[in-house]
């Protein structure tokens, strides 16, 4: 059962073969890293999950978080997930050596992150939250701050979050309103966050809250916004713990991730809340944002986790449950043979192709994006950091979004797989359904990634981001082409990168006439139909690696592997990239449905 969440080799084919690991692993700051060194530490993590991650997966979900008299309380293998991951370095994996991290590359933190979420969503945030929340004391925070959170935080004895969200607020964080006024060496801080994933709970000594909040005289909107450290619980200098006015009010009761607590957290209510301010003054979204990049990149490597865990549970389903006869070669279905397993349907077959190609496609995007971060700060020379920046801003909302969106879709599909049964309690996939449908809302919605896309990143530097990512699609496109069998592919995917272009040439053209409003009304559209054909190239670099493999002999899976690779991007191609055909003609027709301010739409 243990062995039923994930495909490992899968994983494995994409870190090492299809992104090239070694690549990164060449740059200086990971010279002690080697592949034999991660397949350690990779292996280390799947027997980690197997034992203390799988087993507890529907537990979590039936004794769900909760909240009672001031505290909230979690299932106990949070406690011990959370120390023993300290103990295993998957905290403290990102840092520096001098301040006990293990300089590890952050492609293979996300693999190693990736496997825990298979095995259980609900856990690793707790650990991602910390993680982050330490990355940026240790990027912007004194010498005091660092010395005082960040070694109990990379321990595990001491949780971390960040608080943005306000109830007057939503997701417009120029609204913001939590204050912080001087008070010596430190502020007085006083508001209210919600829906703060990890807020507080009965599983850790401390928890260091990173809030955004206003200083006073601050200019408005965004540009008036200041980053504080919070603690729960405020260090003395005998290193006691006291309390420091950080008061949990409630907690939300989800449909779904159920173990993974998502609360309401007050500030200063009885004006005795300390915060100390890291960086400068006004600049704490900018800081902010570190984290909130690496969060999109981490909510994109959820979803697809759940998304691959689904499709393992639906196969498994599908490989044991005989169900109706194969038709004969008159149509009609013999009743005198025994029925047959369910995977033998066409239309099974086809949801479960779907499933594949959603969920490994997800997957290797989320990793071709970590691996974008790593040579974005690490590669030697600065002109390809500066390349490799320019493909991470591009491809952040789109791994956000495309395995949150399209993970749904899959799921839903593996439930449908088990018929009635996937409906019911009994089996693990109405679990997944749940689960997954909060991550096109986490950090930052599908709306405002599809924003960033059309608004943002398409347009920075005169179109240079979208350059180089065509620029690599086109070198996928050529070694496709090396294949008789590839070709066809690849020529189809050089004509949807002409319909990219053709579609931009019809929208920009608002933007530059200042029309914004009509420019982005169609913004998530064009997330979806972009984010199609950004994981067809994936699907063909996949095809292109499993037949060079096929040609050479010279292979480490079997012929099996690699063929299903190559008919499953044949699958992609068929039923998912034609769909950006009439996603370009929404996109490009001219009648707007959406702005019209002529008439009563909702009479």
């Not at 044949?570 to 039923?575: I, L, S, T």
Request: with cysteine.
């Amino acid at each position: 059962m243990a062995n039923q969440y994930i495909d490992l080799a899968t994983l494995k084919f994409l870190l090492y073969d299809v992104h090239d690991l070694s690549s990164v692993l060449d740059q200086a700051r990971f010279a002690d890293y080697d592949q034999a060194s991660v397949e350690l530490f990779l292996n280390a993590v799947k027997d980690f999950s197997d034992k203390e991650l799988f087993p507890f997966f529907r537990e979590m979900d039936e004794q769900a978080a909760h909240y009672k008299e001031g505290e909230i309380i979690v299932h106990s293998q949070v406690r011990k997930f959370m120390k023993k991951g300290g103990e295993m370095g998957l905290i403290s994996a990102l840092f520096d050596y001098d301040i006990g991290g293990l300089q590890m590359p952050s492609t293979v933190v996300t693999a190693a992150t990736y496997i825990q979420e298979t095995a259980n969503n609900h856990l690793p945030g707790y650990i991602g939250l910390t993680l982050g929340a330490a990355e940026l004391i240790v990027h912007f925070g004194s010498a005091l701050l660092k010395d005082a959170f960040v070694p109990k935080m990379i321990t595990g004895d001491w949780g971390g979050t960040m608080c943005l969200t306000e109830p007057q607020a939503g997701s417009s964080l120029s609204d913001i309103i939590t204050a912080a006024v001087p008070d010596g060496d430190t502020y007085k801080i006083s508001g209210q966050k919600i829906f703060i994933s990890g807020g507080d709970y009965l599983g850790v000594e401390n928890i260091v809250h990173l809030v955004l909040a206003r200083i006073e005289g601050a200019p408005a909107g965004t540009k008036g916004i200041s980053l504080f450290a919070v603690p729960k619980r405020r260090p003395q200098e005998n290193g006691d713990l006291i309390p420091n006015d950080v008061n949990t009010i409630g907690d939300f009761q989800k449909m779904g991730q159920k173990g993974y607590c998502t609360t309401h957290l007050s500030f200063g209510d009885q004006n005795d809340c300390q915060g100390w301010l890291v960086g400068e003054p006004n600049k704490g979204l900018k800081y902010m944002f570190l984290m909130m990049n690496g969060a999109r990149i981490g909510v994109g490597r959820g979803a697809a986790a759940i998304t691959m865990a689904a499709y393992q549970a639906s196969l498994n389903y599908a490989n044991e449950r005989p169900q109706g006869r194969s038709l004969t070669s008159t149509g009609k279905k013999d009743v005198s043979q025994e029925q047959t397993l369910i995977i033998n349907h066409p239309d099974v077959k086809r949801m479960l192709l779907f499933q594949k190609v959603v969920s490994e496609g997800a997957l290797s995007l989320v990793l071709l994006t970590s691996k974008y971060h790593d040579l974005s700060t690490t590669h030697s020379d600065p002109k390809e950091r500066e390349k490799y920046l320019l493909l991470l801003e591009m491809l952040t909302p789109i791994v956000k979004t495309y395995p949150s969106e399209m993970g749904s879709v899959s799921v839903s599909n593996g439930l449908q797989v088990l018929g009635g049964y996937g409906f019911c309690s009994d089996f693990i996939l109405q679990q997944y359904y749940r689960d997954i449908r909060i991550f096109p809302i986490y950090e930052g919605t599908t709306g405002i990634q599809s924003l960033d896309l059309l608004g943002r990143k398409i347009p920075m530097g005169n179109g240079k981001g979208l350059e180089l990512l065509s620029a690599e699609i086109v070198k996928a496109i050529n070694e496709a082409s090396q294949y008789t069998e590839l070709v066809p592919y690849a020529k189809k995917m050089g004509a949807k990168l002409k319909l990219v272009q053709k579609v931009l040439q019809f929208l920009m053209p608002f933007a530059q006439k200042g029309d914004y409003e009509r420019f982005l009304s169609d913004a998530t559209v064009f997330m979806e139909f972009f984010g199609n054909i950004v994981v067809g190239w994936l699907w063909l670099a996949m095809a292109t690696k499993a037949k060079g493999a096929l040609a050479s002999g010279d292979s480490q899976y079997t012929s099996d592997f690699y063929n299903a690779k190559v008919h499953a991007m044949k699958f992609y191609f068929k039923y998912e990239l034609t769909k950006t055909t009439a996603l370009a003609e929404v996109l490009m027709n001219e009648e707007v449905l959406t702005v019209a301010k002529d008439i009563k739409m909702f009479s």
